[in-house]
DNA sequence: ACCTTCTTGTTAAAAAACGTTAAATCGCGA
DNA sequence: TCGCGATTTAACGTTTTTTAACAAGAAGGT
């Protein structure tokens, strides 16, 4: 189990870290927000961040902000200062899930990660085979096969259709998608994103009850009605 | 899903408000017992009411035994000050659901109001199909149908359709409508909407028994004469 | 009833977003 | 280096959404 873990503090940093993983979680320790946001673009399957609020370079919120644009579903404990409120309200609202004021003992914030994990847990595991409609896709091995016929993906095509297919009956903002397979929104990633859409349609084809609906202004959404 | 929260410390109130919200309630702020009260009254659908007990003009024990009056079935949760034995016994007399005792982490509460709602409701299946009059209207598939003949609706169109159809024959507001589809209600969205109105308006035409009235300084109604 | 003010209806034009196709460029293995 | 598939850039077409302007309707005061 992965633990992303952005605190600025050496020693606090050291002593979280050896705590959780003698408790049998795999932490990623990050001295500050640019570190630990280039350590969650590369790192995959992470079960968990735990933010500290003030942090050079990138502040706790900020943070969490571009984490959420990557991914909406990993949750977050902060890691406050005092019992600021106003850290507190900020914090809840870029979707915290709990948040845990200093000093505080290494048991408590156990236990709020357990809490965490135990319902975050039934939410789908991270695969790497998906099925929609008559298709199946395998991620990994970048096939989407249909009926017996199968077509090969491109690494840019399999990134894109992972991504709806993990998100499948929800619309997938542009930037999000963006993000997730070009690192970056620019104007030219996102035209080059419409061009991928396309070619995904044009594979989706055959089964007309899969579809990528547009939600214009928004982003993108994959459909399966069948 | 609707939260009645009647709460009087401004600070808590204002969080637990963002933090529901952020999890996808639709919750009503409350800062006294009588507003609560009166906001219960007037309120249609509500899933859950958090009540504080120690609350100005009405406590939290006398809100719950009006609300029982009007609803019997209606599940309630007490935040209480501290692990007052008294309190609990009390509330639970009057048929509350659970209490949780301040302070408590969001994360907490949240997996009470989700398993109460979990027993409360066997969690109805959203549809994504609707029918007024002669049309059949498929959400998800954005298509509308009459006869044989059958409109593809934009994004926009389909998700203000959908507000309306999942309140046939109940007005509408300008600003619930405006918030649901375009996330905020200012001029310049208003004046869309109206425009959006004229679409939806075009395209149900043909069943006469099937019209969007409009309630001046109000909003709309979808009603379904047929 | 008449006037005023605010809200809503309607239509057209402007702007923004998205779709499609093809050409240019990149990157990598032969 | 050449060739080739993958990806990006460009250009142009289409659709969706917003903005604007004006007409029409409703509400309230006199």
Sequence with gaps: MKVLLAEDDQN??????????AKGYETIL???GEEALATF??????AICILDVMMPKMDGFELAEEIRQLDSEVPMIFLTAKS??????????LGADDYITKPFSMEELLLRIQAILRRSQPSEPKRSQY???KFTYDYEKRLLQYDSQEVKLTSKEAELLKVFAQHINQTVDRTKALKLVWGDDSYFNARSMDVYIAKLRKYLKPDENVQILTVHGQGFKLVDLS
Excluded at 12 to 21: A, F, K, Q, R, V
Excluded at 41 to 46: G, I, R, V, Y
């Design 131 to 133: 099925t929609f409609g």
């Design 30 to 32: 990050c001295r500050d």
């Design 84 to 93: 600021m409120k106003e850290d507190t309200i900020a914090g809840l609202k």
């Design 41 to 46: 673009k590369k790192t995959d399957k992470l």
């Design 12 to 21: 606090l940093g050291m002593i979280l870290n050896d705590y959780l993983t």
